[in-house]
C-alpha cells in the first residue's frame, strides 16, 4: 500500500476519547456491528447465501481536532484489527482507471485481515455529483458509483471522513450504516 495508506498501530482506547455520552455510544454500535456481521458470516456461514455487501460503512462529519481520526483508532483496536488512514487525494489518480487501479491494490492488501479503512477527506472520491450534461459529465457519477459499491463490499469496517457531511454525494449518504457527527466539547455524561 506504499503511497495509497499508512499504517498505524491502534494505541488509543475508549478512555482517550472526549466525546459526548451519546458518541461514545453511536460508536459502540458501529463496533458491535462489526462484531455481529463477522459472526454472521464466518461462524453461521451467511457469506455463502447473502450478497456481496458484507461490510460496515461510516461517516465522520466534524471538524479538525473533533476527534475523528482518534475515533478510528479506538475502533480498530477495540475490534483486533489493522489500521490504515489513506490519504484520498493519493488514491485518486488522473488518468482514466488509475482510482479504480490504485483501489484494487488497497483492498487485495486490506481484505484478507479486514482491517479497518479510514478514508481522510472522502469527499474528494464522494463528492457530490453533477448535473449530466453530456457523456462527460457521466464518467465521474459512474466512478463514484463505483467507489462506493466496492467500498461496501468490503468485509470489514470502512469509515469516510469529511469535514462537512453537505460536501458527501446524497446517494452515498442513503448507502452508508452509520453517520456520526463529532463536535469539539468536552465529554458529557448523562
Known amino acids: 500500500m506504499k503511497g495509497l495508506a499508512w499504517h498505524i498501530e491502534p494505541q488509543a482506547t475508549w478512555a ?16 458491535e456491528q462489526v462484531r455481529d456481521n463477522a459472526q454472521a458470516y464466518e461462524s453461521w456461514d451467511f457469506g ?6 458484507l461490510g460496515v460503512t461510516a461517516l465522520f462529519v466534524g471538524e479538525k481536532g473533533s476527534g475523528r481520526t482518534l475515533a478510528a483508532e479506538v475502533l480498530a483496536r477495540d475490534l483486533r484489527q489493522d489500521f490504515y ?7 485518486v489518480g488522473k488518468y482514466a482507471g488509475e482510482t479504480e ?25 464522494f463528492g457530490r455529483r ?8 457521466r464518467c465521474p457519477d459512474v466512478e463514484i458509483s463505483h467507489l462506493m459499491e466496492r ?37 458529557q455524561t448523562a
Do not use: C, M, W
Open 16 to 31: 482517550d476519547l472526549v466525546l459526548p455520552q451519546s458518541a461514545i455510544e453511536r460508536l459502540h454500535e458501529v463496533a
Open 151 to 187: 467500498v461496501q463490499s468490503y468485509p470489514g469496517l470502512a469509515i469516510l471522513k469529511t469535514t462537512l457531511r453537505s460536501n458527501v454525494d446524497y446517494d452515498v449518504l442513503r448507502q452508508l450504516r452509520f453517520v456520526l457527527e463529532f463536535g469539539r466539547g468536552r465529554r
Open 85 to 91: 488512514r489513506i490519504h484520498t487525494t493519493n488514491l
Open 101 to 125: 487501479k490504485n483501489l484494487r491494490r488497497l483492498f487485495a492488501v486490506a481484505e484478507p485481515t479486514t482491517a479497518v479503512l479510514l478514508f481522510d477527506e472522502a469527499d474528494a472520491l
Open 130 to 137: 453533477s448535473e449530466v450534461k453530456d457523456a462527460h459529465d
Open 48 to 53: 455463502k447465501k447473502a450478497p456481496p455487501k
